[in-house]
């Protein structure tokens, strides 16, 4: 198994860093332009997020009495939040997937169940005869007014549920084609569909997913939409998506497109217990339109691993990086990102080139304040 030392992992999440806050081209912007230009961006995202997170549906989900039936135990929600606390391995990414599996035991909870404050709990609707899941439950907004919310959550909405079977053997019933709806005091507030393959280990589907698709959106007069895509085989791990916030006139948007090539391990089972990385692609893109005035980031580049003789990496060639400042070429970044030096600042051997001139990736990384240390 190839393990990745916390001192890269550390150091390519710094690379990110530059996108997020971010032939020949040619620079266009100076380092200073570089990053005031980061600073604005951030502060305008940041006004974005608090205001769309005012709206009337972020409030109703955000208000989900704890105990829900048939909703994420407090062990899967912890692994998706694993997701993106990142970084984690591709192999790591598809078992936290797989965890979509065990929603409610080895059966997708149906039934519609209202939470009754005076119980406090949920409380079963025994008249319901349906085969989805719904749960009510009333809420205040943030000017103490009362409203009630409503999930659906059908199952088979595109296709009928499929039992997989788990690493310990045990079965469990997962989607194929899902919807899930929110409604607000009876009206539409937001949407959800989420479409799975799962993984054929001779003719019995296991709990890990070889694509997944989820697309969404919530709001009542503010809006939340995202996309997220998985595709998986045995020699490229790929994920891509958006998530876009609107307010008022306002909008911010991100967009990313990352893969992995290498080899997946596989046990009798069919299970994956590793994936050796080889090389990939990182393209990570942020845009934000506030007061009419619109701003974008573009995060760029391929990379190939290097490994000592113990199968470890020790440093990525990074190739065709750059960054883009509203559509335009600030920086670009080539090298091979290691820490030959040993002083716990990677990136000596990376060459970041801006308009008024260049440095390595060390040098900005210490200018920046932003050295992950040793380990």
Not at 54 to 66: E, I
Not at 231 to 258: L, Q
Request: a negative charge; aromatic letters at 10%; charged letters at 15%.
């Amino acid at each position: 198994m190839r393990k990745i030392s916390k001192w890269w992992l550390g150091s390519f999440v710094l690379i990110l860093v530059l996108a997020a806050c971010n032939t020949q081209i040619k620079p266009q912007a100076t380092q200073a332009d570089f990053d005031q230009s980061v600073q604005d961006y951030q502060a305008d995202l940041g006004t974005i997020a608090a205001a769309a997170g005012q709206d009337l549906a972020l409030q109703a989900l955000l208000a989900t009495p704890a105990g829900a039936p048939g909703l994420p135990t407090s062990a899967l929600a912890a692994n998706l939040m694993s997701l993106g606390a990142g970084p984690v391995s591709p192999t790591d990414a598809l078992k936290l997937l797989g965890g979509i599996a065990p929603l409610a035991d080895q059966n997708l909870e149906r039934g519609k169940w209202d939470y009754d404050p005076a119980v406090p709990g949920w409380v079963q609707d025994s008249s319901y005869t349906g085969d989805d899941l719904v749960l009510t439950w009333p809420f205040d907004d943030d000017q103490s007014n009362a409203h009630t919310a409503a999930l659906t959550f059908d199952w088979n909405y595109g296709a009928a549920t499929v039992d997989v079977r788990e690493a310990d053997g045990t079965t469990s019933e997962v989607p194929q084609d899902m919807q899930i709806t929110l409604k607000v005091d009876g009206n539409a507030a937001g949407s959800l569909r989420g479409q799975f393959a799962w993984y054929d280990c001779s003719g019995t589907p296991i709990a890990e997913p070889t694509s997944v698709a989820i697309s969404g959106s919530a709001g009542v007069n503010d809006r939340v939409a995202f996309t997220f895509n998985l595709s998986a085989s045995d020699t490229r791990i790929r994920t891509s998506g958006s998530f876009e916030v609107s307010t008022g006139g306002d909008s911010g948007r991100a967009t990313w497109d990352v893969w992995a090539d290498g080899t997946m391990t596989r046990d009798a089972a069919c299970f994956s217990q590793d994936f050796d990385v080889s090389g990939g692609h990182v393209n990570f893109t942020t845009s934000e339109s506030v007061g009419g005035e619109s701003h974008s980031f573009e995060f760029n580049t391929d990379f190939t691993l290097n490994f000592d003789a113990g199968g470890n990496p020790t440093s990525a060639v990074l190739a065709n990086g750059f960054v883009k400042v509203d559509g335009a070429v600030a920086v670009t970044f080539s090298g091979t990102l290691d820490d030959a030096n040993g002083n716990c600042v990677p990136g000596e051997n990376v060459s970041l080139v801006f308009a008024d001139g260049s440095l390595t990736l060390e040098q900005y990384l210490i200018a920046q304040g932003m050295t992950p240390g040793c380990y």
